[in-house]
């Protein structure tokens, strides 16, 4: 299915899908920090009209992903190197707090699911597939959220996620990082299970903390 089928067919409210779209492009390096958007270009790209893609601009520019500049139009601000960096120390503040939440509040549908998640992500690592790896890491996150019980905790860090996908997609690149990931997510599991609470949340801060230290290995070799 096409982007513009996928913005026809699916459920979810025509804004709410194009603005999905353009927001995902710009995450995932589709449109880069300093290209135009303009309202024109971006209707024939996605095949709706002017109004959704004029709201989803506003919409953008309120997350501070793109900037309304007089005379040139709509500006990719993006998510900078420094933002990332933010986030990832935020992350380590709020990722124990969901790893406590989730060890106080956890069911056992909760605890199977991450254990399959991690059977998976044990066998793909076994194979270096990385696509696989990184959507189960995700999942394994996703699933620990959901069990805090938190709908403020979940919407907050699933956000987070989505806006530095690429950040932790890129810390895999890491040699080694992704036995050392399900290492960390075993200790985690593990915790969560013996329900020790302290414990969880201190392994889930020196997990997200290991993360960003690959990235910004990661980055610094580059330059």
């Not at 089928?5 to 995902?24: G, M």
Request: with cysteine; hydrophobic share 35%.
């Amino acid at each position: 299915m096409t982007g513009i089928e996928y913005i026809k067919n699916d459920n979810t409210s025509l804004r709410a899908k194009v603005f999905s779209r353009i927001q995902n492009d710009i995450l995932n390096g589709v449109y880069q920090p300093g290209d135009s958007l303009t309202e024109k270009k971006l209707c024939e790209e996605l095949g709706v009209s002017r109004t959704p893609v004029r709201e989803a601009l506003r919409q953008l520019e309120l997350e501070e992903l793109v900037q309304s500049t007089p005379n040139k139009g709509v500006i990719v601000t993006g998510v900078t190197q420094k933002d990332v960096e933010e986030i990832y120390i935020i992350r380590i503040m709020i990722e124990g707090l969901a790893a406590r939440w989730a060890t106080e509040h956890i069911t056992p549908r909760d605890i199977q699911e991450l254990k399959d998640a991690l059977d998976l992500e044990e066998f793909y690592t076994m194979k270096k597939e990385a696509e696989h790896i990184l959507k189960l890491d995700s999942k394994f996150h996703d699933i620990l959220f959901r069990a805090s019980k938190s709908k403020p905790l979940m919407h907050m860090l699933r956000t987070f996620h989505r806006y530095i996908q690429r950040a932790r997609n890129a810390s895999f690149e890491s040699p080694d990082r992704a036995k050392k990931v399900l290492e960390e997510h075993k200790a985690i599991l593990d915790a969560v299970i013996e329900g020790d609470a302290d414990r969880a949340e201190r392994v889930t801060k020196e997990h997200v903390k290991n993360a960003s230290i690959a990235y910004k290995k990661l980055i610094k070799d580059k330059v």
